[in-house]
């Protein structure tokens, strides 16, 4: 549903009714203060964690949004970088903060579930209360658009096939959702790609305009960027709703004839999902519920999908907002999925 964002100062403190006590007529006057800490909230500059460098495909993302979230809440979001650590530097800092709603941060889906299955977090997803999701943003896979070696996908997996190993492909890291589809796309055709991981996104898709590496998995909207000079050969997804960003690519099963589960869309996609901590959570219930309308607010508004829809090329299409029940939901499910294939993933890195 799209809305408009109505600007608006919240004030929550609730006061009692006044009651005649006694003969005497004398009135009592209660306060409520139960409503967590709403009162003129936000007053100070919300702390916005990105676990990335500045420039990025979530630094972007939550620049795109933070006006229209800003008017919403009627505040100020004070962006800050904190990269390493595969996120967990990131997760980490926002865990650490005062519990009282004025620290948030963007989880990268699956980055934030790989960096609990392998690097040793010292956190858990209970730890976590969700404010919503943003954003959905397929897989692709894509090479060179000098390159005449290969007309489209099947033309690499034959190659790959043939010649095991002689293709190098870059992703961002070692444990992504761009090694999952990748892992995956080996165990379902039989090809052997050179995976060679990156420090990030952006050198591992410029490691491709470049011609350091033959592929490169990305994904649709953090490669829109390299799109002069690379073509999308086809994209993880159950049907390609981005053909204008994807040069009309087919998609990964289609083009290869083989059924959606085995290489599932939803593991090589990225999913950007705000959140904060369950401490302050609890302590300023009222305050998450304010983060949560204006986020929901500002994500569905009329006036955001007509901002995404001018951007050059239009990328109104990945908006995807999910609720926090609905993101909980989905970050428990890229949880079990990427559990479930890690084993995968390190036979091929």
């Not at 981005?242 to 040069?247: G, M, Q, V």
């Amino acid at each position: 549903m799209t809305t408009k964002i109505k600007s608006r100062r919240r004030f929550l403190g609730t006061v009692g009714s006044a009651s005649v006590v006694g003969i005497t007529g004398c009135l009592s006057v209660s306060s409520d203060n139960s409503s967590g800490g709403a009162e003129d909230y936000p007053s100070n500059p919300i702390q916005t964690i990105i676990p990335f460098s500045e420039g990025g495909g979530v630094d972007r993302s939550v620049r795109e949004l933070q006006s229209f979230f800003e008017e919403s809440i009627d505040g100020r979001l004070r962006l800050e970088y904190r990269p390493g650590g595969g996120t967990q530097i990131g997760q980490q800092a926002v865990l650490d903060a005062n519990s009282d709603c004025y620290t948030v941060g963007v989880a990268s889906l699956p980055a934030f579930n790989f960096t609990m299955i392998t690097g040793g977090a010292d956190y858990e997803l209970s730890d976590f209360a969700w404010i919503g999701t943003k954003l959905v943003d397929p897989g692709v896979l894509r090479k060179h658009r000098d390159d005449d070696r290969f007309e489209d996908i099947t033309d690499v997996i034959e190659y790959a096939s043939e010649n095991p190993g002689d293709l190098s492909v870059s992703t961002s890291g070692p444990y992504n959702q761009n090694v999952l589809g990748l892992a995956l796309l080996q165990e379902v055709t039989g090809a052997e790609f050179n995976i060679v991981p990156y420090d990030g996104g952006g050198p591992s898709r410029n490691a491709l305009v470049t011609r350091e590496v033959d592929l490169v998995h990305a994904n649709v909207y953090n490669s829109v960027n390299t799109t002069d000079d690379t073509e999308v050969l086809a994209i993880h997804a159950e049907e390609n709703n981005w053909a204008e960003l994807t040069d009309n690519a087919p998609t990964f099963s289609d083009a290869l004839g083989f059924e959606q589960e085995k290489v599932p869309p939803s593991g090589p996609e990225v999913r950007y999902a705000w959140y904060t901590s369950t401490e302050a959570a609890d302590e300023y219930s009222e305050r998450l519920s304010i983060l949560r309308e204006s986020f929901e607010e500002s994500v569905t508004s009329q006036e955001y999908e007509e901002y995404l829809s001018e951007l050059s090329p239009p990328q109104e299409r990945k908006r995807d907002f999910r609720p926090p029940d609905e993101t909980e939901q989905l970050v428990q499910e890229k949880q079990d999925q990427m559990e479930s294939h890690i084993d995968t993933m390190e036979e091929v890195i």
